[in-house]
């Protein structure tokens, strides 16, 4: 499966460097066929922001309220492990790719 790329149109995106071309900040990755970059879209943009605040506030809400390390760990580290492992699979296979607009320096 792969995926298209906006510029020229051909399937030239693994779900790993769809993951691994960024957000709309970033200066994206080059695609292989025509060799303009590429980013993921408003969608990843969206929902990445929404489970990194949520992820954010629980380990904030949980250093605290709870005295014990081990707590700390369960409900403040692991859900923003969570997180960044579901926003890494959401970008890989979720979303279009967009054009960037930030050039690469």
Known sequence: MKHTCPHCGEKTFTPIQKALCGGMSSAGKPCQGCGFRCVNGKLCLVVNSITLAIAMVMVFITYFTHDS?????????????????????????????????????
């Open 69 to 105: 390390k081990m707590d700390i760990l369960l409900f403040g580290v692991v859900p923003l492990v969570i997180a960044y492992v579901f926003n890494f699979v959401f970008n890989m296979f979720v979303g279009k790719l967009i054009p960037a607009i930030k050039r690469a320096s």
